[in-house]
């Protein structure tokens, strides 16, 4: 059993190299039996979590300001549009991406193909993660990219990336009011 501490400090991708942190031997059981375990466990209590503080009002300020949102996990595309309808978060989001797999491969070239079929230019997209990873893929997809310390990675690993990092998500929305002011007067 590992406490949340360690996990953030030692989480990683590919997921097989964190079980070989944790100690796993794939030499005698496969990756593909533990990580087919552990997606059953997370299954049947996918629904228990609760979103993070704060998740909703970002998500009405990012709408408000006209600016449209995405998804792009590594989780498999079926949970990840559960956790979306669980939370009634569907609203918020133009496209939802997931992998095909539940080994949490994939990521970089969905999101690469993402960037191919977008209106957008890459330059005015900005990815917010929780992850190396998602940095990794940021990069790998041409676009801007910064971290929430409020997932899988502690602040001081997501440090050293040299990517901006935040704390938590309401570090996170006054970076953004800052950036994008709304106004939600009306003129008359």
Known sequence: MIDKEKYLDIFCFPVEDYYIKLGFDFEKEPFTVSGSEFIANYNARFHEPELHLGVVPLLDYVESAGLTQSILSAGKQEYVNDCITHHRLKKYFIKIMGIDNHYASGKTVIGKNWVLEMEYDPEEVLMVGD??????????????????????????????????????????????????????????
């Open 131 to 188: 992850t190396i990873h998602d940095l990794e893929v940021a990069n790998a997809m041409g676009i801007k990219c910064v971290l929430i310390a409020q997932g899988h990675t502690n602040y001081s690993r997501l440090q050293k990336t040299g990517a901006p990092v935040f704390n938590d998500l309401f570090e996170f929305r006054k970076y953004l009011q800052a950036l994008l002011p709304v106004n939600r007067s009306v003129s008359t």
